[in-house]
């Protein structure tokens, strides 16, 4: 098997951080330093672009690049998604000779890793897998040279940055030697999340400006009227507002739910109210987030990206760089002569789960607690397989395993019982920490699991009879497609199929047609 690990570093004025990498990458100052590629297990070579070509590094052609991605049939990096978009938007918009790399050759070691329950960065999948660490690898790069697209680059700054690319590629091409292939399922998913991002979602200018309008003029008539109530002017100035409510014998320590509710309890003036209720609502409608949004445009009006792809524990999206703004209810339309369809599965909550188990009324506290008894028992017994439900549970190597009715696995990593008690291994923002499993984690982790799986496989099932996914929820596929007066009967058709593992749940998708997308549609 012909596999390439590649690594692409570029230098841009726009952050990739706060833009994400798809709206990073079609930025027109982002610019490529170089392209490290590693065959198999041949030494890495380097491509750079023609401005820093230099005689005393050695590089390979734009010809041979082209050669390696053409012939190549994996290419894989820890997180693929950002060297197929620096690839696609970066490099093909100023290098158009380049061949577009197609999805299905596309395999992310992150994404693999996770998949086992090692949702970890690269330096802790070294430490895990006993792969040696390289002191270069984790040594800081001057920032200067990945934010100054014109700043010219010194030959020592650029060997030091080949280097460090190259001891990289080393790094995952030996992590992606340990791991096992995402299952054919799996990487379907992990291929149709990554075209949905590739594909966006069209944002409505005029509807986000109309609404940052709105929010504009309604900001400032409650920060009038806040003024006329308090004599402040910042209905966030906390300091100030803790002053102004001392003077009126209200003695608060600071402005949180705790401390507010007992005085607003015994509080009889309206006014007292009032001047919280515009600060919450002042909190809470900050019109930044609407300029944020608008930042995130592509030159299409698309936004790509947002949706983060979990192998485990439970695969569900999340939307990422918007924070501040819950969902797109109104601001996701249609394009011309488009229409959104949607299949809405609005009964898989909890009721899913329950079915699974034993019946519907059994409550999710008594599943939980019974997940985890025979989680327990499995880790207790490595090899023997114990059955709950419709689950089969087993413990081998370092993996406590759960399959689903889908036939996914579901992977803890490092179980472990202590004080009789269930433990693993799961990722806590940075660290990898030693953490007790509780029943009520189990239950909404598999609970996510199965969601994610249901919906994943009518995802599958519409991109194969080409339809066009554009979002994803817990209850629903949006599909953007031409329009028609009625509901698509292909579509109706695709939808009645129900995954044959779904055959023991009887419930029935709803389709609807909408131009603008809601929560609500």
Same mark, same amino acid.
């Given at each position: 098997?012909?596999?390439?690990?590649?690594?692409?570093?570029?230098?841009?004025?726009?952050?990739?951080?706060?833009?994400?990498? &798809?709206?990073?990458?079609?930025?027109?100052s982002?610019?490529p330093?170089?392209?490290?590629?590693?065959?198999?297990?041949?030494?890495?070579?380097?491509?750079?672009? %023609?401005?820093?070509?230099?005689p005393?590094?050695?590089?390979?052609?734009?010809d041979?690049?082209?050669q390696?991605?053409?012939?190549?049939?994996?290419?894989?990096?820890?997180?693929?998604?950002?060297?197929?978009?620096?690839?696609?938007?970066?490099?093909?918009?100023?290098?158009?000779?380049?061949?577009e790399?197609p999805?299905r050759?596309?395999?992310?070691?992150?994404?693999r890793?996770?998949?086992?329950?090692?949702?970890?960065?690269?330096?802790?999948l070294?430490?895990?897998?006993?792969?040696?660490?390289?002191e270069?690898?984790?040594t %800081?790069?001057?920032?200067?040279?990945?934010?100054?697209?014109?700043?010219?680059?010194?030959?020592?700054?650029?060997?030091?940055?080949?280097?460090?690319c190259m001891?990289?590629?080393n790094?995952?091409?030996?992590?992606?030697?340990?791991?096992?292939?995402?299952?054919?399922?799996?990487?379907?998913?992990?291929r149709?999340?990554?075209?949905?991002?590739?594909?966006?979602?069209?944002?409505?200018?005029?509807? $986000?400006?109309?609404?940052?309008e709105?929010?504009?003029?309604?900001?400032?008539?409650?920060?009038d009227?806040? +003024?006329?109530? #308090?004599?402040?002017?910042? %209905? /966030?100035?906390?300091?100030?507002?803790?002053?102004?409510f001392?003077?009126?014998?209200? @003695?608060?320590?600071?402005?949180?739910?705790?401390?507010?509710?007992? $005085? !607003?309890?015994?509080?009889?003036?309206?006014? *007292?109210?009032?001047?919280?209720?515009?600060?919450s @609502?002042?909190?809470?409608?900050?019109?930044?987030?609407?300029?944020?949004?608008?930042?995130? =445009?592509?030159?299409d009006?698309?936004?790509?990206?947002?949706?983060?792809?979990?192998?485990?524990?439970?695969?569900?999206?999340? /939307?990422?760089?918007?924070s501040?703004?819950?969902? =797109?209810?109104? &601001? /996701?339309?249609?394009?011309?002569? @488009? *229409?959104?369809r949607?299949?809405?599965?609005?009964?898989?909550?909890?009721?899913?789960f329950?079915?699974?188990?034993?019946?519907?009324?059994?409550?999710?506290?008594?599943?939980?607690?019974?997940?985890?008894?025979h989680?327990? #028992?499995a880790?207790?017994?490595?090899?023997?397989?114990?059955y709950?439900?419709?689950?089969? *549970?087993?413990?081998?190597?370092?993996? !406590?395993?759960?399959v689903?009715?889908?036939?996914?696995?579901?992977?803890?990593?490092?179980?472990?019982?202590?004080?009789? +008690?269930?433990?693993?291994q799961?990722?806590?923002?940075?660290?990898?920490?030693?953490?007790?499993?509780?029943?009520?984690?189990?239950? @909404?982790?598999?609970?996510?699991? /199965?969601?994610?799986d249901?919906?994943?496989?009518?995802?599958?099932?519409?991109?194969?009879?080409?339809?066009?996914?554009?979002?994803?929820?817990?209850y629903?596929?949006?599909?953007?497609?031409?329009?028609?007066?009625?509901?698509?009967?292909?579509?109706?058709?695709?939808?009645?199929? #129900?995954?044959?593992w779904?055959?023991?749940?009887?419930?029935?998708?709803?389709?609807?047609?909408?131009?603008?997308?809601?929560?609500?549609?």
């Amino acid at each position: 098997m012909n596999t390439l690990t590649i690594d692409i570093k570029t230098r841009s004025c726009a952050s990739i951080k706060t833009n994400g990498v &798809f709206t990073y990458a079609q930025n027109k100052s982002t610019q490529p330093i170089c392209v490290t590629v590693k065959k198999n297990q041949d030494p890495p070579l380097v491509w750079l672009p %023609p401005e820093l070509r230099r005689p005393e590094i050695i590089t390979i052609s734009d010809d041979r690049l082209r050669q390696m991605i053409e012939e190549a049939e994996i290419i894989q990096a820890y997180d693929i998604t950002t060297e197929f978009a620096l690839w696609k938007y970066t490099l093909r918009r100023l290098y158009p000779w380049f061949p577009e790399i197609p999805i299905r050759k596309l395999s992310c070691i992150a994404a693999r890793a996770a998949y086992l329950g090692m949702n970890f960065s690269l330096r802790n999948l070294m430490e895990e897998l006993d792969i040696p660490d390289n002191e270069l690898l984790f040594t %800081p790069m001057d920032p200067i040279i990945f934010i100054s697209p014109n700043k010219k680059i010194t030959t020592e700054t650029l060997s030091a940055l080949l280097k460090f690319c190259m001891n990289t590629v080393n790094a995952e091409s030996c992590i992606a030697g340990k791991l096992i292939e995402l299952p054919p399922f799996e990487q379907q998913i992990w291929r149709s999340s990554l075209a949905l991002n590739d594909n966006g979602i069209f944002i409505s200018r005029e509807s $986000v400006g109309k609404r940052l309008e709105n929010q504009k003029r309604s900001e400032e008539a409650l920060r009038d009227e806040f +003024q006329a109530i #308090t004599g402040l002017n910042n %209905p /966030m100035n906390g300091d100030g507002l803790l002053a102004y409510f001392n003077r009126r014998g209200i @003695h608060l320590k600071n402005l949180e739910v705790e401390s507010l509710e007992p $005085v !607003l309890r015994s509080m009889p003036d309206s006014r *007292i109210r009032r001047v919280l209720e515009i600060r919450s @609502h002042v909190a809470q409608n900050n019109p930044l987030r609407y300029s944020r949004l608008i930042s995130l =445009l592509g030159d299409d009006s698309r936004i790509r990206g947002l949706w983060e792809y979990h192998g485990n524990p439970s695969g569900t999206f999340r /939307m990422k760089y918007l924070s501040e703004i819950t969902d =797109l209810n109104g &601001f /996701m339309a249609a394009e011309k002569n @488009h *229409i959104f369809r949607i299949c809405r599965l609005p009964e898989l909550r909890h009721q899913l789960f329950s079915v699974v188990m034993n019946g519907p009324d059994q409550t999710s506290i008594m599943t939980g607690r019974n997940l985890k008894e025979h989680c327990e #028992t499995a880790v207790n017994n490595p090899g023997k397989t114990v059955y709950y439900g419709k689950l089969k *549970i087993s413990c081998f190597s370092r993996f !406590l395993k759960i399959v689903l009715p889908s036939e996914r696995n579901v992977y803890l990593y490092k179980p472990e019982i202590k004080d009789k +008690q269930l433990f693993c291994q799961l990722k806590y923002k940075r660290s990898i920490l030693n953490k007790e499993i509780s029943g009520s984690f189990l239950f @909404h982790l598999l609970e996510e699991a /199965m969601i994610r799986d249901t919906i994943m496989s009518y995802l599958i099932l519409l991109r194969k009879n080409h339809f066009t996914p554009v979002i994803t929820t817990p209850y629903e596929i949006v599909t953007e497609d031409p329009v028609s007066n009625e509901l698509d009967e292909s579509f109706q058709n695709v939808i009645a199929n #129900t995954p044959e593992w779904l055959s023991w749940y009887a419930f029935s998708p709803i389709v609807c047609l909408s131009k603008t997308w809601s929560s609500a549609s």
